[in-house]
C-alpha cells in the first residue's frame, strides 16, 4: 500500500510539473507572438509588456551582444527601429523546453536600400518569469556583399556629399535614424536624377 502512494504521488508530481511546463510553454509562445506583433506595429507599451527590466540582443555569427535597460530599448532602439517603417511577418514559431524559436521576415526602408530583399531569420527567445530577457538571432539569408557593396557607395556618396552625416549610421536613436532615413533619400534623389535622360 505504501509503495502504491509513493508511485501515486510521483506520478502526481511528474503531471502537475509537465502541466506547469506546457502552460509556461503556451504563454511564452504567446509573449513571442506579440512581441513580434509590437515591433510590427512600433507599439511601445506592449513590448514593454512583455519583456523584462533589461533585454539582452544576441548575434553569435558576428560575436555582437548588448544588453539594454528597458528605458533604453524603449525609447531608443524601438524608436530607431520605427523610423524605417518596418515589416515583421512571423513564418514560422515553435516552443521548446525553456525557449521559444521564431523563423521571421523582416523588411524596412533601411533593409531594402542597402539589401534589397528582407531579412530572414531565426530568433530565438529566452524567457524568467514569463517575460524576454534575450533573443538570440541567427540571418539565414544576409548577403554580406550585396549590403557591403551598397554601404561603400553610399559612405562615399556622404563623405563627399555631407561629411558631417558619416557618423549616424550605427546610431540606435530615433534621431540617429531620421538622419540615416534622409541621407537616404538624398541619395537616391542624386542617384535617380544621374540616370534620368535628358531630352532636348
Not at 523584462?52 to 528597458?70: E, F, G, Q
Not at 530577457?133 to 553610399?154: A, G, H, M, P, R
Request: proline share 3%; hydrophobic share 35%; glycine share 4%.
Amino acid at each position: 500500500m505504501h509503495r502504491i502512494l509513493i508511485t501515486i504521488s510521483f506520478i502526481s508530481v511528474f503531471g502537475f510539473i509537465s502541466c506547469k511546463n506546457s502552460t509556461e510553454n503556451g504563454i511564452n509562445l504567446a509573449h513571442a507572438k506579440r512581441y513580434i506583433q509590437g515591433l510590427n506595429l512600433s507599439n511601445k507599451a506592449q513590448i514593454s509588456d512583455l519583456i523584462s527590466d533589461s533585454l539582452t540582443t544576441v548575434i553569435p555569427a558576428y560575436n555582437y551582444k548588448v544588453a539594454y535597460s528597458k528605458p533604453d530599448y524603449l525609447n531608443n532602439w524601438l524608436k530607431w527601429d520605427s523610423v524605417f517603417n518596418p515589416s515583421y511577418t512571423i513564418l514560422k514559431i515553435e516552443a521548446e523546453a525553456d525557449f521559444v524559436k521564431v523563423k521571421v521576415s523582416k523588411t524596412d526602408e533601411r533593409i531594402n536600400f542597402f539589401m534589397g530583399e528582407p531579412f530572414i531569420t531565426n530568433e530565438v527567445f529566452h524567457f524568467k518569469n514569463n517575460k524576454i530577457v534575450s533573443i538570440e538571432t541567427t540571418y539565414l539569408n544576409f548577403n554580406e556583399d550585396v549590403w557591403e557593396t551598397n554601404k561603400s557607395n553610399f559612405f562615399n556618396w556622404i563623405e563627399t556629399h555631407d561629411p558631417n552625416l558619416k557618423n549616424f549610421m550605427y546610431n540606435q536613436t530615433e534621431t540617429g535614424g531620421i538622419k540615416l532615413k534622409r541621407a537616404i533619400e538624398l541619395y537616391r534623389q542624386q542617384q535617380k536624377q544621374e540616370i534620368t535622360p535628358i531630352y532636348e
